[in-house]
């Protein structure tokens, strides 16, 4: 959606070609690896699943990769055709992955791995780095040394961005919610190079002024670019460049 039709909104169909040379023994299956909007499934005509009503919600962060068995009397020999049916209300929100086809099994176990990869994984992880936050800002209490009240903040806040990326629906209207989505993960990679910098105990006063600038400035510059319709151009840019500011500050580490 986001490659072929960028910025569409309303009901798009998909449909794939899937050539059999003989009509399988054993069941088959598609594995949708990414559905962010509800979906129909159509193999040959006859609807096989659905992730519920086209009017109803966006299917939630574990429902978005899904394993779906064919019926066998809903294949033929030769050429097949898979058939999505997507409803998006908001342009910003559609999209549909890598589907794959073929024998049930196999597909059964790949979307599980995806499931776990894209979402049970990060989830875990994010609770645990959270908790890990809690604790090091604990010893911030007790110590007050501001590079602790940095990591402690960094990882938190890095959980918390992952959480809410996990989130079946944006917490905010958009363009708030991208833009603030960016801006929460400049300003931890800024307060990952002020740790690094503290951790190395280096004196780099102009470099703390001009990281600390650039989490400050980035949210307004992100609101002019949306006004500019160059969000997502600069959006990208100004992650590289935190992405330099943090090699930089790995360089003192």
């Not at 176990?109 to 776990?116: D, N, S, T």
């Not at 959480?163 to 363009?175: F, G, K, N, S, V």
């Not at 400035?217 to 992405?243: E, K, N, Q, V, W």
């Amino acid at each position: 959606w986001e490659v072929t039709d960028p910025g569409a909104k309303g009901d798009g169909w998909y449909t794939f070609e899937w050539t059999l040379e003989r009509v399988p023994f054993t069941p088959q299956a598609l594995c949708l690896t990414a559905l962010t909007v509800p979906t129909e499934v159509y193999v040959n005509g006859d609807r096989v699943s659905a992730t519920g009503p086209l009017d109803g919600r966006r299917p939630r962060s574990y429902e978005q990769s899904r394993f779906v068995e064919i019926p066998v009397d809903s294949l033929r020999e030769g050429i097949n055709y898979v058939s999505f049916h997507l409803r998006a209300r908001t342009p910003d929100v559609a999209g549909l992955g890598v589907v794959l086809a073929g024998d049930a099994e196999p597909l059964r176990e790949r979307a599980h791995r995806v499931l776990f990869v894209h979402t049970l994984a990060p989830a875990a992880i994010s609770v645990a780095t959270f908790t890990v936050g809690i604790f090091i800002f604990a010893l911030w209490l007790r110590r007050r040394d501001s590079g602790y009240a940095l990591f402690a903040a960094a990882v938190m806040l890095w959980s918390l961005h992952t959480l809410l990326t996990l989130l079946p629906e944006a917490p905010l209207p958009q363009p708030h919610w991208a833009i603030l989505w960016t801006w929460f993960y400049l300003v931890f990679v800024a307060m990952l190079c002020l740790f690094c910098i503290r951790f190395a105990g280096v004196r780099w006063r102009l470099y703390e002024r001009l990281v600390q600038a650039y989490a400050v400035l980035a949210l307004p510059a992100l609101y002019l670019a949306y006004a500019l319709d160059s969000f997502t151009p600069f959006s990208s840019a100004a992650r590289l460049g935190g992405i330099a500011m943090v090699l930089i500050a790995l360089a003192a580490v």
